[in-house]
């Protein structure tokens, strides 16, 4: 079994800045992709990077980065806006001790930005 684990969200100001983590656990062979999406309230799952794309809206303002040895991806998250407030979700492709490949998401963890 495969879980991924995020942490790192929550209220923060305009301009401020935030850090998610997500770390995979379990039965893991290989970890082949990991990269975040998130969610806005009426609005569908959207790309916010992943290790060879951000999403349009990033602008140069949030870094992705994979500790290999830890199963843990990142997202810095700087000059945050408003309109960043979401679910940010974790995603992984990660092949099991069997072999077998699938797909995983993450719990989603809140980021909220106050104007």
């Known amino acids: 079994q495969v879980q991924l684990v995020e942490s790192g969200g929550g209220l923060v100001q305009a301009g401020g800045s935030l850090r998610l983590s997500c770390a995979a656990s379990?039965?893991?062979?290989?970890?082949?992709?990991m990269g975040w999406y998130r969610q806005a309230p009426g609005k569908q799952r959207e790309l916010v990077a992943s290790?060879?794309k951000y999403g349009d809206f990033v602008k140069g303002r949030f870094t992705i980065s994979r500790d290999n040895a830890k199963n843990t991806v990142y997202l810095q998250m700087n000059n945050l806006k408003p309109e960043d407030t979401a679910v940010y979700y974790c995603?992984?492709?990660?092949?099991?001790?069997?072999?077998?490949?699938?797909?995983?998401w993450g719990q989603g963890t809140q980021v909220t930005v106050s104007s």
């Open positions: 995603n992984a492709q990660i092949t099991n001790l069997y072999g077998v490949e699938g797909d995983y």
């Open positions: 379990g039965s893991i062979s290989s970890i082949n992709v």
């Open positions: 290790s060879t």
